[in-house]
DNA sequence: CGCCAGGCTTAGG
DNA sequence: CCTAAGCATGGC
């Protein structure tokens, strides 16, 4: 057992981020109970699980299956920060959304709500497929059958906690394995070759880090196949952090825009062109708020 | 049966 | 660059 503790950004509320992380769909790869968040992470290679709590205004990280060392709880306290955006300082999305007819009620809403990640790109881009074109529920039916079969886990206290499968057990998967876990065929090949990119290093989120635009982030990503500019664009949002990513097709961004501005029909690519102009540079957190208000309570603002 | 769900690929302008 | 068609799967 080994505490550590990270200061928040200026805007922060732990309760919106754990209620987001909670907020009705069943992830497998973390969990939440008593205002507290459980997590397995990779250690030096090794399954740690680490619990994340708030308490006099500092989060509190514990790894409850390892003491850490110095360097390792650097990296806890890294990938932690990197995980739940605290590096981020909202006031200027703030001041912009607090002049936007959509995103005034949002911010006082579900005020000091960050951009919760997925730190790991092949984790991050295998859960955009899997997404793609599919209710959320059943999405998240899907990947609890892929990790539960193919990731490693530990047990704690009664229960297990997954991580996500390596892409070295992924590249080694047929399209049939995967059938089985109702992927569709082309969801399948798509998320198998992107674990045999992944395991031959021929992409990798470091790589990817160090390239200089955006746009050539997202070049690179949709020449894989399965990647479309939606995947890409939620890939740059939840992983690699990018302000400006927006996935601008999104459905559920036509869904939460419809609901807030009462509209009748979902709103046309123009029109959400024009809504999103003054988010510039901060697109992708304007899109989460949107999210956000797709789940209860206070569906519409 | 029909329509929807946090789309992608391919073919053809 | 843009549009349309075809694809694929489960939930309601």
Known sequence: MTNLFINPPKIFCFNECLWFLDRGFDDCLYNISDHTIYKAMLIDGEPVLIQICYADNKIQITSLNKTLTHNNKQYVAAYVKEWLDLDTDLSEFYQMAKQNELLSPLISCYHG?????????????????????????????????????YGESIHFNGKQFYLFPTPEKVSKCTVESLKQLQFSANKAKYIINLAGLFNNEEISKRQLSHLKYPDSIRNTLISIKGIGSWT?????????????????????????????????EKPSLEEIKHLSKPWSGWESYATLYLWRSLSSPSNTV
Request: glycine fraction near 4%; hydrophobic fraction near 50%; charge should be positive.
């Open 113 to 149: 709500l960050t951009m919760i990640g997925i730190n790991d790109l092949f984790e991050a881009l295998c859960w955009a497929i899997m997404g793609q074109q599919i209710n959320l529920n059943f999405a998240y039916k899907t990947k609890r059958a892929f990790v539960e079969k």
């Open 232 to 264: 890409a664009e939620y890939a740059m949002m939840k992983c690699f952090k990018i302000k400006s990513a927006f996935p601008i097709q999104d459905v559920g961004l036509q869904n939460a825009i419809k609901q807030q501005l009462r509209l009748q």
